[in-house]
């Protein structure tokens, strides 16, 4: 069985991103005035290619109903909410306001105003008051690493059989397989992807997009 997968120099990534679906002006401003407000942080933003998969993936899978854990400026979120079903909802959960306030702005900007529903608390909290039963069509998983399993475990009886949960960064840029990196989120990370694998009710692949992303299949 050949082992390897291709590694992407930035010329070959270039390219990747060049021959995919390509972000909209929405889309383009908004990573440009997230680089802009805040700095550094504007790196937890998903990659251009990582979201057209992520609205692709909606679309395929006729989703209707999602939530997603982690908004940031909403970049992720408008991609998600972009392959909804028409009269979709996407339920966000995030502890910024100040980050929230821009994607605010920007589902305004892209139509999808109707469509977002924010949540300014821990997303555990938030998680945990929503109804038992099967809610969701779809999840983002996409904030504090150390809190990845806690909303696996809300999040995976609420979704549909043939649903799908996305968790991301579950590569860790390498780090998960360093064994002189003990920090709380490399750590946080490797007992999810742990804890995700021994979960019978999904079959799950873990992809080489951004920084690794788990696509868990609900059975
Ligand atoms: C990696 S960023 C999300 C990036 C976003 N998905 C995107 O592509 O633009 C992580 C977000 O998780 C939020 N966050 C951190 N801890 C949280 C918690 N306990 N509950 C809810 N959100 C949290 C942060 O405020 C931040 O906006």
Redesign the pocket.
């Known amino acids: 069985m050949t082992r390897r997968s291709e590694q992407l120099s930035p010329e070959l990534h270039d390219y990747l991103v060049s021959r995919s679906t390509p972000p909209d002006a929405v889309l383009r401003e908004l990573a440009a005035e997230t680089l802009e407000r805040t700095g550094a942080s504007a790196g937890?933003?998903?990659g251009p290619e990582q979201g057209t998969f992520m609205t692709l993936l909606a679309r395929m899978i006729g989703a209707r109903n999602a939530v997603?854990?982690?908004?940031?400026?909403?970049?992720?979120?408008i991609c998600l909410a972009r392959g909804l079903a028409p009269g979709g909802r996407l339920l966000c959960?995030?502890?910024?306001e100040e980050?929230t306030s821009i994607a605010r702005r920007y589902w305004a900007k892209a139509g999808l105003g109707d469509t977002m529903e924010l949540r300014l608390a821990?997303?555990?909290e938030t998680l945990r008051a929503l109804p038992d039963g099967t809610l969701f069509d779809l999840a983002?998983i996409?904030?504090?690493k150390e809190?990845y399993i806690g909303y696996w475990d809300e999040i995976v009886p609420r979704i549909r059989q043939g649903g799908v949960v996305l968790v991301?960064n579950t590569l860790s840029h390498g780090r998960v397989i360093d064994e002189t990196e003990h920090s709380s989120q490399v750590q946080g990370i490797r007992d999810f992807n742990d804890h995700a694998l021994a979960d019978d009710r999904v079959d799950l692949v873990l992809l080489p997009v951004g920084d690794g992303l788990t696509l868990a299949y609900k059975k």
């Open positions: 937890m933003q998903i997603e854990v982690g908004t940031f400026t909403g970049y992720s979120s959960c995030d502890v910024s980050w821990p997303a555990l983002f996409d904030a504090d809190g991301d």
